[in-house]
């Protein structure tokens, strides 16, 4: 999806729901179950976002929101199993010694995710405080990663791809796995989480407002699980023994077990 669909989209919604609604006001607000509909627009840690909620009871609201995240780069270092290793010849005769760098690594974060959840206000009518319960469905791929090695690709260059009782030495560490490098020096993998994930938050304002706008702060915490690295489809399994976890990169993926959430939105009363 592009972002600039996705924005010109709200816009006409906003357009739309502003040239109906103009004679919208507080004093023509009853209160019943799903006899009115709000939408709101904003952005924040799920990247831009648009939902629609009903007011079933003075004190409940059921929401739904679509989250759009665009690509966004972050850099990360990979290391070796081992910085130095030692090959015997090609020819037979004497050792090749290969000095193996880190390796610089690129993660793309791109998701397109899905909420549904339940405001509760616990102080009635009067009030725009809120606590919220839910899920989050959807952008399995937290971030995709890539890089790339000269010195690797010179080693398959060397010995013409045969080194196979040597690749276990090549092998990629980031977190606590090991990838795999393939022939030509690069290395991919994507770090995943739970397809749907519980959330809790609260925050202040309503989506269906008494007046015809309104604004929304809104922060709260999905529980993610342990994120798990895959390669080729397949997860890659953690290795306890490794211990080079020494990056902001590694650190995320060892540590992160919650997305946190926090956005600012902008409500309109539909009807």
Known sequence: MNPRHFITAVALLLATTASAGDNRHADDYEYGSFQHMGAELGIGTQGFTLGLATAI??????????NYMPAILISGNMYFKNSIITIPSPDGYGMNVYHLNKIKVEGN??????????YLYPFGPGSTFFVAGGVSVGGERLAKLKGHSDEVKQIYDDYSGHIEQYEDEIKAIVGKTALN?????????????????????????????????????EAGIQFCGK?????????????????????????????????????????????
């Open 227 to 271: 994120l798990k690295v895959y390669q080729d489809g397949n997860e890659v399994p953690y290795q306890d023994y490794l211990e080079r976890a020494d990056n902001g990169l590694a650190k995320l993926i060892d540590r992160m077990n919650f997305y946190p959430v926090l956005k600012l939105t902008i409500a309109c009363r539909l009807f």
């Open 109 to 118: 974060f791109h998701r397109l995710t899905f909420d549904a959840k339940l």
């Open 181 to 217: 490098m393939a022939s030509n020096g690069d290395v991919e993998a994507e770090v995943r989480l739970k397809n749907v994930r519980p959330y809790v938050g609260l925050g202040f304002g309503r989506v269906v407002t008494r007046n015809y706008t309104g604004v929304r702060l």
């Open 57 to 66: 009871t003075p004190f409940f609201e059921l929401g739904a929101n679509v």
